[in-house]
């Protein structure tokens, strides 16, 4: 079956840190740029970071850049996104995406999973 | 603050038609980047529904249509059902942020 199961997130403290990460099967997981989007409560879709297929490219929404930092591994099938310097407004569901598309700025999602809760509370 | 603006909320009856617009910018839109269309109920999965300003995913039904204009895009919605209620969200990507980005989101209700 063709998904996206992301990890458990948590709690934590503001400052804190936390990775989640997000298992691919039914696909080639190595063929295919990845992403991670969030929703913070009462607010619409955020695009948080984009890997591409082989892992050379990363990129950041400014609101992330140099806390956060993305990876994967294809022999493993599974991409990761580290949060560092968590703070209240990191507070969100996460989802993991699948990416589509021949030209980079074009790219959409086209798997998601079905999200994992970080909340940042003290 | 979205660079793409999006209804807050439309509805419609059963078996009617609604339109959501995506109005964006020179930046994004209007600068020939595809805007996306995705469906999404809270607690689940978002679906892409739209890719490439018009295509659908295999499965998604033709009741749903995308099309865009200059610097904005619509999805247009016939026939209405009652599984259509959820939140609707357009994405593209913006060459002054360097970044994809999502447009607000709509609340759609089917009366």
């Known amino acids: 079956e063709v998904q996206l199961l992301e990890s458990e997130g948590g709690l934590q403290q503001p400052g804190g840190s936390l990775r989640v990460s997000c298992a691919a099967s039914?696909?080639?997981?190595?063929?295919?740029?990845m992403s991670w989007v969030r929703q913070a409560p009462g607010k619409g879709l955020e695009w948080v970071s984009t890997?591409?297929?082989?892992?050379?490219?990363?990129f950041y929404a400014d609101s992330v850049k140099g806390r956060f930092t993305i990876s994967r591994d294809n022999s493993k099938n599974t991409q990761y996104l580290q949060l560092n310097s968590l703070t209240p407004e990191d507070t969100a569901v996460y989802y993991c995406?699948?990416?589509?598309?021949?030209?980079?700025?074009?790219?959409?999602?086209?798997?998601w999973g079905r999200g994992t809760q970080v909340t940042v509370s003290s | 603050q979205s660079v793409l603006t999006q209804p807050p909320s439309v509805s419609g009856a059963p078996g009617q038609r609604v339109t959501v617009s995506c109005t964006g910018s020179?930046?994004?839109?209007?600068?020939?980047?595809?805007v996306h269309w995705y469906q999404h109920l809270r607690g689940t999965a978002p679906k892409l529904l739209i890719y490439?300003?018009?295509n659908r995913p295999s499965g998604v039904p033709d009741r749903f249509a995308g099309s865009k204009s200059g610097t904005s895009a619509s999805l247009a919605i016939t026939g209405l059902q009652a599984e259509d209620e959820a939140d609707y969200y357009c994405?593209?990507?913006?060459?002054?942020?360097?970044?994809?980005?999502f447009g607000g989101g709509t609340k759609l209700t089917v009366l």
């Open positions: 995406a699948k990416g589509r598309g021949w030209k980079m700025q074009d790219w959409s999602f086209d798997l």
């Open positions: 039914g696909f080639t997981f190595s063929s295919y740029a």
């Open positions: 890997i591409s297929s082989n892992g050379g490219g990363t």
């Open positions: 020179s930046s994004n839109v209007g600068a020939g980047y595809a």
């Open positions: 490439e300003d018009y």
């Open positions: 994405q593209s990507y913006d060459s002054t942020l360097s970044s994809w980005v």
